[in-house]
């Protein structure tokens, strides 16, 4: 049974950082699509960044420069560096992953990004 558990999320003030976790379990952790979306109120969730099937990360325009996405195989956790975070940043932040044509999602983690 494939599961994610995010963690990590939080109150931040405007500039700041924090670094969300994903601990995946339930498939064997290799080139499997796996990434970060979030979803702020009453807007559609969207890509943050992601671990193509070739194993390249990938970002969207907006976070380029000031996110990582990172992941530790041997413990099976995906990470996100978010830095100079920015109030419009707040929202449920989602990692996901691709196994064998299906979508996972986790929970989600609030992160609430303060003027």
């Known amino acids: 049974q494939v599961q994610l558990v995010e963690s990590g999320g939080g109150l931040v003030q405007a500039g700041g950082s924090l670094r969300l976790s994903c601990a995946l379990s339930?498939?064997?952790?290799?080139?499997?699509?796996m990434g970060w979306y979030r979803q702020a109120p009453g807007k559609q969730r969207e890509l943050v960044a992601m671990?193509?099937?070739?194993?390249?990360?990938d970002y969207s325009d907006s976070v380029k420069g000031r996110f990582t996405i990172s992941r530790d195989n041997a413990k099976k956790t995906m990470y996100l560096q978010m830095n100079s975070l920015k109030p419009e940043e707040t929202a449920a932040y989602y990692c996901?992953?691709?196994?064998?044509?299906?979508?996972?999602w986790g929970q989600g983690t609030q992160v609430i990004v303060s003027s």
């Open positions: 996901n992953v691709q196994v064998m044509g299906e979508s996972y």
């Open positions: 671990y193509t099937i070739t194993g390249r990360p």
């Open positions: 339930g498939f064997i952790f290799s080139f499997n699509p």
